[in-house]
């Protein structure tokens, strides 16, 4: 190999875009496998890897039958950070043991920190970025969630510049995929039989704000629901707050497919808090929305997320907040302490708050917060509820494990179907509940 090519490429990291991966063209048919970390996002981002790699002629195989072994990592906290790197040296170790050819990592660790995972771990053969998303085609996938859900990308990265956040530096540009590319990739997933679609992306509330120059999700659920046959539910998830509608709300309230359950992450309620992370919206502005919300859909469930221990968040800042989720009663709540990023502005903000206080806090609300669902569980006590069936209870004779609209897949509780009849995966049965936990509920199937 002549000293220049061999120079260039120990100097530059091997990061290749996902085409160059694919339009390597060597050794075809190989048998790749991958592992995905992180946010349904990444998951359809694998989806789509997986797509190309067959198209290309590779077979699709679990991890442990590979050659090429693919890790798609995520880089949002400190927490997924560590996974990503624990999981690249498990595949790393795989390969000095001759068990894996070939090791790739994707996603957002290897966009936001190429040229020193490429100096760290010379055992790794190509780092890809992540995908750009396709505006007008939909993507070749190998869908990796159960044949009866799915989730639909329906555009990339954010306008908003949270100041914790990392994501829009590592994903770029905010970009929509066009109304018709949206509609055929659901138009595809209706005649595969799927039962409920999971709408997607960093902040969906943004949706079109730059190919059609305005928010467009109410104009595109209204576009969406016609094409629907199969399925029955369809699922918003990551809305921003300030960029919430009425218009949207309304088409939440008046379609009866659109699941009544609105995943808002609030972060946080205190305004000099809310200002310090710029989410564009005020105290009163929340109060305000939660309020239409909670008018116009008062059966729905909220979801919500919040960070304790942002710089500046003092005793009275968290105590406005612990006295806001006390009153406001969230059906679902997610908190996470705060994860000083590298490059964004948070980073840098003076009051940097204890790591034991940031835990202590979360342990509060968190506590706060279990005795709250647990409530908000019994109120379903003796009433009739629809569950989309997703498996069956292993090793239990008539017990099936299942949904309500209220619980998304894989973060939200559980609901414990019993049965006298067979159930399957992506069946709906309408049950009565006869228990309920802080998270999970009992029902009785009633046919
Ligand atoms: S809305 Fe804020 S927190 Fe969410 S991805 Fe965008 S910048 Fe990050």
């Known amino acids: 190999m002549n000293t220049q090519l061999k120079d260039k490429i120990t100097k530059e990291p091997r990061i290749r875009t996902t085409q160059d991966f694919h339009e390597q063209r060597v050794n075809q048919g190989r048998n790749v496998g991958l592992i995905n ?12 890897i997986l797509g190309r790699l067959k198209k290309n002629g590779h077979r699709i195989v679990d991890i442990n039958k590979a050659d090429i072994a693919i890790v798609n990592t995520c880089a949002f906290i400190e927490e997924a950070k560590k996974e990503s790197i624990d999981t690249i040296l498990d595949l790393i170790e795989l390969k000095n043991q001759g068990k894996i050819k070939k090791v790739i990592v994707a996603g957002c660790l290897a966009q936001r920190y190429a040229k020193e995972l490429a100096a760290e771990f010379k055992e790794v053969d190509a780092f890809i970025g992540t995908p750009q998303l396709d505006k007008e085609r939909v993507p070749e996938q190998v869908y990796l969630t159960p044949q009866h859900y799915a989730y639909v990308k329906i555009c990339e990265s954010c306008f908003n510049q949270c100041s914790f956040c990392a994501i829009p530096k590592i994903k770029g540009k905010f970009s929509s995929r066009t ?99 710029n989410r564009g919206i005020t105290t009163q502005g929340t109060i305000d929305l939660l309020d239409k919300i909670r008018t116009k859909i008062p059966q ?148």
């Open 37 to 48: 970390l992180g946010c349904a996002r990444n998951l359809v981002d694998s989806q789509a």
């Open 179 to 277: 109304i018709e590319s949206v509609l055929a990739e659901i138009k595809q997933l209706d005649e595969r039989g799927v039962k409920e679609i999971n709408i997607i992306g960093q902040d969906i509330t943004a949706y079109g704000m730059d190919i059609y120059r305005e928010k467009s999700l109410a104009k595109l659920l209204k576009a969406i629901i016609p094409v629907t046959k199969n399925i029955q539910w369809i699922r918003l998830l990551y809305a921003f707050p300030a960029h919430v509608t009425d218009e949207l709300i309304d088409v939440m309230a008046n379609e009866e497919k659109i699941c009544k359950y609105i995943d808002l992450p609030l972060q946080h309620i205190s305004d000099p808090i809310l200002k310090n992370m």
């Open 300 to 447: 729905g469930s909220l979801r919500t997320t919040f960070i304790v221990g942002l710089p500046g968040e003092n005793e009275k800042h968290f105590e406005e907040l612990l006295n806001f989720v006390k009153s406001v009663q969230f059906e679902r709540v997610g908190v996470f302490v705060y994860s000083k990023e590298e490059g964004t502005a948070a980073c840098d903000m003076p009051a940097q708050v204890l790591d034991k206080i940031k835990k202590k806090r979360l342990d509060i609300l968190m506590r706060e917060q279990q005795k709250i669902s647990k409530s908000v569980q019994e109120r379903f006590l003796g009433r009739r509820l629809k569950i989309l069936i997703d498996e069956k209870q292993r090793d239990t004779e008539g017990v099936y494990l299942g949904r309500s609209e209220y619980d998304a897949p894989e973060v939200d509780g559980l609901v414990y179907v019993h049965s006298q009849h067979k159930l399957n995966p992506g069946d709906f049965v309408d049950t009565i509940v006869t228990d309920a936990y802080e998270y999970d509920l009992v029902t009785e199937a009633v046919f």
